[in-house]
């Protein structure tokens, strides 16, 4: 048979089907790169919220660490409370990379940013035709987190009306979007966090005791940074460091006065409030070092007015050794030799220092 009698409806081939089979072929290798694409991301978001990202030695922050290894794994709900900029989101994230659900999507809702009005759709879903404009069926929060973590970030903000559905849901463990029928059961870890004084909200009617209770179920408390004096000095080292190379400055130290500045502050911001004096300080530095004059007026205010106190760079470390080697022996509740290891020194230094200091190790023990 000529091609010329081939009917018509088979020929001549539509160019774009021609190559189905090319097509296949292509988009199973965008999928295979996505896939590779994907896993090297969250290998990436391991790194950056894994264990190691958490900067910090003293006591407190120790015992943060140890806190967090210990629920990480188990689907237990964690409340997180602690001032502004104390590192509450860094921590749920250091949580999520290291559960099980690791691979799953880690969604985070911000309570205080969002319109009451607009909250159970956000969280729960819209169903197509639920209202004017709602053309199309849209997942909640509760939902895209299936699997994975959804972290509830502010949750002292949230309205008594919101604070009740907010407890059905968690106490059925489904979900009906907006405007549906349907009860979606959902699967997710929850991480709660807060800046608020919960109990005082609940005294004033603010705060309803029964979801409290719901979320009070591992809490852990973080400290504010004028609790642990001896992490200031590795932060703003972490902070130098990170900052110079965003901002492709050289800065190299930062000088001794700077340092009594940065360790004397009382940090009312907390971490935050360190990483935003320490960018201010690389952007206005010019050779490589930074001096008092770099940092926020704040800063400058206390050392001007004589309230921060005026130590030698010697009499400083000092002050940060003893706390550090304190630190370590109440971590260890008084056991030099794992005091020693959690410094990462050896037990014949360790000791020397502790007798150097006239450090009562005895006390420690528990
Ligand atoms: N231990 C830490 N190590 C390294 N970076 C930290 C640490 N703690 C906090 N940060 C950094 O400080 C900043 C503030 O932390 P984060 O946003 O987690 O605070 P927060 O407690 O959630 O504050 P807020 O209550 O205001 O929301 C972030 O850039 C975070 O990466
Ligand atoms: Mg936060």
Not at 109 to 114: E, G, I, N, R
Not at 256 to 270: C, E, F, K
Not at 279 to 285: I, K, L, M, N
């Amino acid at each position: 048979m000529s091609s010329s009698t081939a009917p018509t409806w088979i020929d001549p081939p539509d160019p774009s089907i021609g190559t189905l089979k090319q097509q296949l072929a292509r988009s199973e290798a965008e999928r295979q790169r996505l896939e590779a694409e994907n896993t090297h991301l969250r290998l990436e978001l391991k790194e950056r919220y894994g264990f190691s990202n958490l900067v910090g030695t003293s006591g407190p922050m120790r015992q943060v660490q140890e806190q967090i290894a210990q629920v990480a794994r188990a689907n237990t709900t964690v409340l997180l409370r602690g001032e502004s900029g104390t590192g509450k989101e860094l921590l749920a994230h250091a949580i999520h990379y290291n559960s099980t659900r690791a691979k799953r999507p880690f969604v985070k809702v911000s309570c205080a940013a969002l319109p009451h009005d607009l909250l159970e759709s956000e969280l729960f879903g819209v169903e197509a035709g639920a209202f004017t404009g709602a053309h199309v069926m849209r997942k909640g929060r509760f939902e895209l987190a299936d699997g994975g973590t959804l972290f509830l970030d502010e949750i002292g903000e949230l309205t008594v009306a919101a604070q009740v559905k907010l407890l059905r849901v968690l106490q059925a463990r489904e979900i009906e979007r907006v405007g549906g029928t349907e009860s979606i059961p959902i699967n997710i870890r929850l991480i709660v966090a807060t800046n608020k004084d919960l109990e005082a909200a609940i005294a004033t009617g603010h705060f309803r005791e029964d979801l409290y209770h719901r979320l009070n179920v591992f809490t852990i408390f973080v400290p504010p940074l004028r609790e642990r004096k001896t992490d200031i000095l590795l932060l703003a080292d972490h902070f130098l460091e990170k900052l110079s190379r965003e901002h492709h400055k050289q800065v190299r130290r930062i000088a001794t006065p700077a340092i009594d500045m940065l360790v004397s502050y009382h940090w009312p911001g907390n971490v935050r409030e360190l990483a935003n004096a320490i960018e201010r300080a690389v952007v206005v530095c010019d050779a490589g070092v930074i001096h008092g004059h770099h940092l926020p007026p704040t800063l400058q205010t206390a050392e001007a007015s004589g309230t921060a106190p005026t130590l030698t760079l010697n009499e400083m470390l000092e002050a940060v050794e003893k706390d550090a080697l304190q630190d370590a022996l109440k971590s260890a509740r008084g056991n030099r030799a794992k005091a020693a290891r959690l410094l990462g020194a050896t037990e014949r230094v360790f000791n020397y220092r502790v007798r150097r200091y006239r450090i009562d190790w005895k006390r420690f023990r528990a």
